[in-house]
């Protein structure tokens, strides 16, 4: 059973706000990865890690930036929050290693943004 | 530019009326493909991997089965708990992410 957690659930907040999306997981998993899902969409990725202190922004254009200080944190944070922000945040984990290792992803339950 | 063209977009079915999702892809190198299971207010879940053509994954009433440009998850008589959006994705060869669908929502009505 896979444990990767995301606060909070639902978050609504208005313009302007500095936010920061918490994602924790207890597999001890190197990789990790924050998506973006809006309804009846695609998945896509906003950033990824392969480890502590490796970050990278994903094919998604995001204004969000991320950090990985511990394996198993990576928490996700827009400086100011605009309405074209609210989406659906979804972060993952996988146990590979390599680039070219099977991918399988543990999600959380994702975080849905409304910025007002 | 890998692309993955999931159909149809919903899908509505009587309790045990089977039925089939397609998942057309292209990608430079198949690595794996993959199908997630995603029910509202959740994120994704694992379903299947596959790696090559002519392969079949079966869990409970679904099994997935590969071609070299689509991949078809085969839902054999439904129950309502079978309701949820599944997902495709592809992850190219020597490529760290996976591309996804947009989803096929599934409703079994009882």
């Known amino acids: 059973e896979a444990d990767i957690y995301q606060t909070p659930r639902y978050l609504v907040i208005g313009t302007g706000k500095k936010i920061t999306l918490e994602c924790s997981q207890t597999?001890?998993?190197?990789?990790m990865y924050w998506y973006q899902q809006d309804p009846g969409m695609e998945l896509h990725l906003i950033h990824y890690s392969y480890g502590v202190n490796s970050t990278e922004k994903g094919d998604l254009s995001s204004e969000s930036t991320v950090s990985r200080i511990r394996t198993e944190h990576f928490p996700l944070t827009l400086e100011s929050a605009r309405p074209s922000h609210t989406s659906q945040y979804l972060c993952?984990?996988?146990?590979?290693?390599?680039?070219?290792?099977?991918?399988?992803?543990?999600f959380g339950s994702g975080t849905q943004l409304s910025v007002l | 530019e890998d692309q993955v063209t999931q159909s149809p977009e919903a899908l509505r079915l009587q309790e045990g009326e089977s039925s089939s999702l397609n998942c057309s892809y292209t990608?430079?190198?198949?690595?794996?493909l993959f199908w997630y299971r995603q029910d509202p207010g959740k994120g994704p879940e694992f379903l299947f991997t596959?790696?090559?053509a002519g392969e079949e994954k079966e869990k409970e009433r679904l099994k997935a089965t590969l071609t070299k440009k689509e991949s078809f998850l085969h839902i054999t008589a439904p129950k309502p708990e079978d309701s949820a959006t599944y997902l495709c994705?592809?992850?190219?060869?020597?490529?760290?992410?996976?591309?996804f669908g947009a989803g096929t929502t599934v409703t079994v009505r009882a």
């Open positions: 993952a984990s996988s146990a590979s290693t390599g680039v070219s290792a099977n991918e399988k992803l543990f």
């Open positions: 994705a592809v992850q190219a060869v020597n490529d760290y992410k996976l591309s």
């Open positions: 990608v430079s190198g198949l690595r794996g």
């Open positions: 597999m001890g998993h190197d990789k």
């Open positions: 596959l790696y090559s």
